[in-house]
């Protein structure tokens, strides 16, 4: 990965926690009324020429301790009684080891939050005109992680990606709540994948796995600082509960924004010694995934063995003017989406360069410029359900993908109502 995109990629995780203290980011509101509040005391109190006594500090369970363990022993960790689960994003022998036996086409989804809606509704699009072919490989990360096992398994599970993706809202994804780890709950999430990841749609992926097909879906050790790439199949494929809760829980992992939503932990093992990793968001290693940063540098002769690269963000690329309000959180919060926008565009172009090298279509779908619909608030039904449709109707006509990396905004865009994404967003 080249040191612009690197450098991003770390400072939006760096960022990533504050942006969600204002309402314009997501899963804001239970919070940001708090900052709010605390402003307004804090200026009352200016006012009245006199310090305020500070609040008492809520009291917070103590969380267990930890098992420690060394970069050597989690360098060679593996899942219990499923050693094909994963591997490092930046390795490159385990991720060609992992890669299909026969090339076809690679759908690609990006993180985006609620404007994962984009993407769900473009597949569904795809499906109706005919134009969905069977992808080979999928990988997701964060929101596209959500996406992704609906996709591989294919249009009959149609249905039930438009429902999750247009009927679900902020009670469905977290509860306010502060904990050690985090600002909010995701108790409600977790539920959510375990309500929509049935049993049936596991034993399909199984299948799919088995027939030569991949699923790929990325989280972020925290502990060792390195993407995880996790062969959603191979788990599948080992079957039983224990892979089916590790195959949720990857899911709810990938979907961790840090600070925000609590870290999963996930139990791994290690020459006879048995911890637990610390996994969060997947997009803090890259707001999407086609293959490892070696193999994806300029000066790689790797050629990915695809006969189409597609590419779904999930993320608004346009510029949204405002005037920044002189308070931390908002500040930290323009500058979130700032690079979050630029690192998108930086990755699709060496994705644009892979592609090229490889001799092999290249194909991108973005949400529309001029898509404004107004959103009341995080996860919105009402903003959600137009965004579908927009991504339905661009899957049906005749140009779904561009074959060109999307323009810059020539000018400053106007205000908007829409709420601005952070990029490692769920």
């Known amino acids: 990965m080249p040191l612009p995109t690197r450098w991003l990629t770390c400072a939006s995780a760096a960022l990533l926690s504050a942006s969600l203290l204002v309402s314009a980011a ?5 919070f940001a009324h708090a900052l709010a509040a605390g402003k307004a005391t804090r200026a009352k109190g200016s006012t009245a020429g006199k310090k305020s006594a500070p609040a008492a500090a809520t009291a917070q369970p103590e969380l267990p301790p930890r098992i420690p363990y060394t970069a050597a022993e989690d360098a060679v960790a593996t899942v219990p009684g499923i050693p094909k689960a994963r591997f490092w994003g930046d390795s490159e022998a385990n991720f060609k080891s992992a890669l299909p036996p026969q090339p076809g086409p690679w759908l690609v989804l990006s993180s985006g939050g609620s404007d994962g809606a984009f993407g769900a509704g473009l597949l569904t699009g795809l499906t109706a005109a005919g134009k969905r072919p069977e992808y080979s490989v999928v990988t997701g990360v964060s929101t596209g992680a959500l996406i992704a096992p ?26 306010a709540g502060r904990s050690g780890e985090s600002f909010v709950d995701s108790w409600p999430l977790r539920d959510f994948i375990a309500k929509e990841i049935t049993p049936e749609l596991f034993a399909d992926i199984a299948t799919a796995h088995r027939s030569g097909r991949r699923l790929f879906i990325a989280t972020y050790n925290l502990d060792a600082e390195r993407a995880v790439i996790w062969n959603m199949g191979a788990i599948a494929a080992h079957g039983g509960k224990d892979a089916l809760e590790l195959f949720r829980s990857v899911l709810l992992a990938s979907a961790a924004i840090p600070g925000g939503f609590p870290p999963v932990l996930i139990n791994v093992e290690a020459n006879g010694k048995r911890f637990q990793e610390m996994h969060a968001d997947g997009g803090l290693g890259g707001q999407f995934f086609v293959a490892p940063p070696p193999l994806m540098d300029s000066t790689s002769d790797f050629r990915l063995p695809a006969t189409e690269l597609y590419v779904i963000v999930n993320t608004g690329l346009e510029r949204d003017f405002k005037v920044v309000e002189r308070f931390a959180p908002s500040i930290l919060t323009q500058a979130v989406g700032a690079a979050v926008k630029v690192d998108t565009r930086l990755m699709l172009d060496r994705a644009l360069t892979v592609a090229k090298r490889s001799g092999i279509p290249f194909n991108v779908a973005t949400i529309p410029a001029n898509f404004n619909a107004p959103s009341k608030g995080p996860f919105d039904p009402g903003y959600m359900g137009p965004l579908f449709q927009t991504g339905y109707e661009q899957g049906k006509s005749e140009s779904p993908f561009s074959t060109k990396l999307p323009p810059y905004p020539a000018e400053a865009a106007s205000p908007t109502n829409r709420i601005e994404k952070t990029g490692a967003n769920q």
């Open 26 to 30: 997501p899963f804001a509101d239970p």
């Open 150 to 175: 609906f996709a591989f398994a294919g249009a009959r599970y149609n249905e039930a990606l438009r429902d999750a993706f247009t009927k679900v809202t902020a009670a469905d994804i977290y509860e």
